[in-house]
């Protein structure tokens, strides 16, 4: 028998209280324009594996949240916690949604706003803010992924030209961009290149037969002599700390959309249990189902404080890399445990695109690797703990 109104577990911790009054509004739009016309389609872009990725791209920019807190070229400019919390939304929805959003925004966009010209500027960032120009994001390679510093993808001159070759490997957006990000070694230091993906020589095979983010596209870069003019290099950066530093972006976003998947199917499952009778009552009112659903909060309730603290810091600019660590491994880890206890909760049931957990759970399986596995996370804070690299 219920004997109290049920809370959702994020209004127990209240953490909406610690959200200023305009994130909250920007992160209410979101959720809604999730609710009502992304969810309703996403079971069925995962099972069939495609996503209109054009029109959804349009569709994201019109509700602004395609490089929403950066300044300028058409951005909103906004806090960086309503972008953590726009990414929550949509991640709420699948994490390929937030995946277009993290490689559009942080990724490609900030590559671009950070490090380009400003002709590079004036060309893309309008366009893609839009949503009418795709961006990808070229760093990992067939056989570089956590020590991107190894690539083989190699820029020369001649002339005044740029001559690019190489592989690039599960690159997100990869066959429906128009522009690629790309970073390669040259005779100084990496170097990262703004390609037209009309370039010949260019090409972007789609990576198929995948079991997560089957609602994202993930492509191949393939670079057989593409010629670019001497201006299509990033001026303002060398070396690895260019990519790295977009990479600081979107995984601050990601620290907040792990948590949307992880609310979910948190929420799904106390749903389910209320539901579900079994043995003549409901599964929620059982003294072994209660323990998992309170634990699981706490965990939710825990991400997302450490969540808003760092997007304070971030809002005052004082966020390092190895505090996005801390988020990205906890809030992965945790949002990881939850979706698949919330698979077990709702049975056989559970293993079905009726309901988001077992979707939410296996896209989680992509965020625990990109953007830096949990490992090289632990590296990263074991490295601000004792002064050691312990990478090799
Ligand atoms: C769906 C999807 C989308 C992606 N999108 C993009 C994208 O848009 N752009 C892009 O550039 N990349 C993208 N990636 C690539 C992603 O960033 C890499 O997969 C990731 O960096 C890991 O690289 P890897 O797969 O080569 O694994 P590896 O580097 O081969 O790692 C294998 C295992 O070794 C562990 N390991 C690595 N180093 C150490 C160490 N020093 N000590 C102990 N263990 C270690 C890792 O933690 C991991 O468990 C995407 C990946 C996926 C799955």
Not at 82 to 100: F, K, P, Q, T, V
């Amino acid at each position: 028998m219920a004997t109290s109104q049920p809370q959702t577990p994020l209004a127990l911790f209240g953490t909406d209280g610690l959200i200023g009054e305009e994130d909250r509004a920007i992160r209410d739009t979101v959720r809604k324009h999730v609710e009502e016309k992304l969810k309703p389609h996403i079971a069925d872009w995962y099972e069939s594996g495609t996503v209109p990725a054009r029109e959804l791209t349009q569709e994201l920019g019109a509700l602004g949240v395609l490089g929403m807190h950066l300044e300028g070229y058409g951005c909103a400019g906004t806090s960086a916690t309503a972008y953590g919390l726009a990414c929550m939304e949509l991640e709420a929805g699948d994490s390929g949604l937030r995946s277009l959003v993290s490689v559009q925004g942080s990724l490609a966009m900030y590559a671009i706003w950070k490090h380009g010209s400003d002709a590079q500027k004036d060309e893309w960032l309008p366009r893609m803010a839009k949503g009418e120009a795709i961006g990808c994001f070229g760093l990992t390679e067939p056989d570089f992924g956590s020590n991107p510093a190894g690539m083989r993808t190699r820029a020369r001159r001649d002339g005044d030209d740029w001559v690019l070759s190489g592989n690039k490997m599960w690159i997100t957006n990869g066959s429906v961009a128009d522009v690629a990000v790309v970073w390669a070694q040259t005779d100084e230091k990496i170097r990262g290149f703004v390609v037209p993906t009309d370039t010949e020589g260019f090409s972007a095979p789609e990576i198929k037969k995948k079991m997560s983010l089957r609602a994202s596209v993930t492509s191949e870069l393939v670079m057989d002599d593409v010629r670019l003019p001497g201006d299509a290099v990033l001026p303002e950066v060398q070396g690895l700390s260019g990519p790295l530093s977009c990479l600081t972006e979107a995984r601050f976003g990601i620290i907040f959309g792990s948590l949307g998947a992880a609310r979910d199917c948190l929420e799904t499952a106390i749903a389910y249990a209320g539901d579900r009778e079994i043995f003549d009552k409901p599964l929620a009112a059982y003294q072994l189902t209660q323990p998992e659903l309170a634990d699981m909060s706490l965990e939710l309730g825990k991400g997302m404080l450490l969540a808003l603290h760092l997007g304070k810091l971030k809002d005052a600019g004082e966020l390092r890399p190895e505090q996005v660590s801390l988020g990205k491994l906890n809030n992965v880890r945790e949002a990881i445990a939850i979706a698949r206890e919330c698979r077990t909760i709702l049975g056989a049931a559970g293993i079905t695109l009726e309901h988001p957990v077992m979707r939410h759970a296996n896209n989680l399986e992509s965020v625990l690797t990109y953007e830096g596995t949990s490992e090289v996370h632990q590296l990263v804070i074991g490295q601000a703990l004792t002064g050691q690299a312990a990478f090799r």
